[in-house]
RNA sequence: GGAGACGUGGCUGAGUGGUCGAAAGCACCUCACUGCUAACGAGGCAGGGUCUAAAAGCCCUCGACGGUUCGAAUCCGUCCGUCUCCGCCA
């Protein structure tokens, strides 16, 4: 949520970044009801004074009086009220400068290359011909016990996941993280505090008043709701575990083959609540330890500054490491790192106390390992002549064997 | 699932109809002191809204919502949450 006398000062501005993220606000309607809602405060507070008045002389006349004309603009003020907040939390979050405007991928900027697309002398298979061929991928049978886009990770890959797991936390505790498996499942009113719109809107599974998280980030930023961090406890980052659960919801016919986008799938994420002074440096130590974990599995990737439109109703700014992928010729997202600044903590009242003054702390999440696609993107480009596949070095101390087979 | 207790400021915790937005302690901030640090001393310190150039002022908030009352942290109802005991259980 952004700050409504912010809001006030900068209504063409605000107006024109939601429509640069490719939502849809009514400014000029928000700050009508703002205004109507102001002015009945000021009414219905004098009233409310007046009554604190009568209350103290012992005036019940007067008190009987004041009681129903009041409880009349109080419920009006109530309805402005419910309007108001209903209007300002469609208003996303503003990107920062550098962010480029454009409302898809195509305006997207690359940051920089890192390492070679590999050049492969036999025909390659993609990562789905790879997991049949060597027992390690089963959608056909997902598809009968739970329905289209899931999958079975068995043999190896299973344990691949693990592997990444541990290769992870081990990284990022060694960082300072703190480790953490979060629930799996929120409750609406933090679904709703998240700010991100798509948990209403159907993109999320619901159960009950709950919902099932699209990401760790989703139970372990609003962990600290209410709360008051000390300045010097900043940054507080967190190294969490959790299984992701998405509908997918619009992405009929999009990425239908094998495990590349599925409902469920499990994911190692770091999320860290800063200081504001030190967002931007934050942002670059979370995409320099994302590059860090994707250099060591030796994979070729590009880091990519989002365009304006892709980025979360949350979130000011994005910057995406894409993986290469063979068998799809160009490189997909595999991580992200955003910094969503005060928008969430606002929303949540998240605060630090800094020389005896409360202000909102800034709050970043980052993909440390999405677990499927990284294990698309070793399969594909590790693939050998033979079919089988090689264990990127570092993994092997944890996995137990080198190759698929072992 | 059954029985009981509780939910107050950043934290601990007092407060059972008006004198309470709230004692006390801790934390924090400012000042003073000390060679430095600590301790001690003096003062300050809940959050939000509205108005304002800024303040003062005024309003709201004691888990949430609703009710009783001239007046509610305090009484009543509903809900949510926490804890203890019993039951069940990976």
């Known amino acids: 949520m952004l700050d409504i006398k912010f809001i006030r000062e900068n209504a063409k501005l605000v107006t024109k970044a939601a429509n640069q993220k490719g939502y849809v606000t009514d400014v000029e309607k928000l700050l009508t009801v703002d205004d109507q809602r102001r002015k009945l405060i ?22 009987l009086q004041i009681k129903s004309e009041l409880k009349e603009k109080e419920d009006k003020l109530e309805k402005l009220n419910e309007e108001f907040y209903l209007l300002i939390r469609q208003v996303p979050n503003l990107p920062k400068d550098d962010v480029p405007i454009g409302l898809d991928d195509s305006k997207d900027e690359v940051v920089k290359e890192v390492g070679e ?68 499942v929120i409750n ?3 679904a709703e505090g998240l700010g991100y719109p798509e948990y209403e809107t159907g993109e999320g599974y619901k159960i009950d008043d709950q919902y099932l998280v699209g990401t760790a980030e989703h139970s372990i930023v609003p962990m600290h709701m209410d709360k008051v961090f000390n300045e010097s406890d ?27 986008r599925v409902h469920q799938f499990d994911k190692v994420e770091m999320v860290s609540f800063t200081n504001p002074k030190d967002d931007e440096s934050e942002h670059k130590y979370l995409l320099s330890l994302e590059e860090k974990l994707v250099s060591a599995l030796g994979l070729p990737y590009r880091v990519v500054n989002k365009a304006s439109g892709e980025l979360g109703f949350p979130t000011a700014q994005k910057f995406d490491i894409e993986i290469w992928i063979p068998s799809q ?46 294990i698309i993107t070793i399969m594909e480009n590790n693939q050998q002549k033979d079919g089988s596949i090689s264990i990127p070095e570092v993994l092997q101390k944890y996995t137990g064997f080198t190759k698929i087979p072992r």
């Open 329 to 374: 010729n160009k490189y997909r997202e595999t991580h992200s790192a955003s910094t969503n600044t005060d928008f969430q903590s606002r929303r949540l009242n998240i605060k630090y106390l800094s020389k005896g003054v409360k202000n909102y702390v800034y709050i970043l999440n980052a993909t440390a390992f999405a677990i499927g696609r990284t």
């Open 42 to 63: 000021e009414v219905v507070d004098s009233l409310r004074s007046k009554r604190k008045e009568a209350a103290e002389k012992r005036d019940e006349k007067v008190g």
């Open 234 to 260: 900043l940054p507080k980052r967190y190294v969490g575990f959790s299984t992701a659960f998405r509908r997918e919801a619009g992405s009929y016919g999009k990425d239908t083959k094998g495990i590349f």
């Open 188 to 190: 609406s009113k933090v």
């Open 117 to 184: 697309p590999k050049k492969f002398d036999f025909p390659i298979k993609d990562h789905l011909e790879l997991g049949v061929s060597q027992d390690v991928i089963d959608v056909d049978s997902a598809a009968k016990t739970s329905g289209p886009r899931f999958g079975f990770l068995k043999n190896e890959l299973a344990l691949l996941e693990f592997a990444l797991i541990q290769f992870a936390f081990e990284t990022l505790t060694k960082e300072g993280f703190i480790p953490i498996i979060p629930p799996t």
